[in-house]
């Protein structure tokens, strides 16, 4: 019922930057928290930032001052945009949205494919 594409990865060396975006559609009645998450190679999935409906945002330790997450509501769109790249940071990241349907009240995480992003050194 919702669909999450991600875009603007890529292959950067360190101390460039990217901005990341994900667009969601469908059947969205709203949309709660929207976050990034990334995994990296033999690593489980870890939450890189979050921003709330309000625009409240978390960020995690490895990001902050670095990073910095935000959203469009009319386009119901999440925006990462990453400064000061690390080597470490190369991952495929990932959009998380929490969905209300129109066809149901409960929130439903939904997850994008992932895009790609490579630092290197």
């Known amino acids: 019922q919702v669909q999450l594409v991600e875009s603007g990865g890529g292959l950067v060396q360190a101390g460039g930057s990217l901005r990341l975006s994900c667009a969601a559609s469908g059947s969205i009645f709203s949309i709660n928290v929207m976050g990034w998450y990334r995994q990296a190679p033999g690593k489980q999935r870890e939450l890189v930032a979050t921003i709330t409906s309000g625009e409240s945002t978390d960020y995690a330790d490895s990001v902050k001052g670095r990073f910095t997450i935000s959203r469009d509501n009319a386009k119901n769109t999440v925006y990462l945009q990453m400064n000061s790249l690390k080597p470490e940071d190369t991952a495929v990241y990932y959009c998380?949205?929490?969905?209300?349907?129109?066809?149901?009240?409960?929130?439903?995480?939904?997850w994008g494919h992932g895009t790609q992003v490579t630092v290197s050194a």
């Open positions: 998380n949205a929490g969905v209300e349907v129109t066809t149901d009240e409960r929130v439903h995480d939904y």
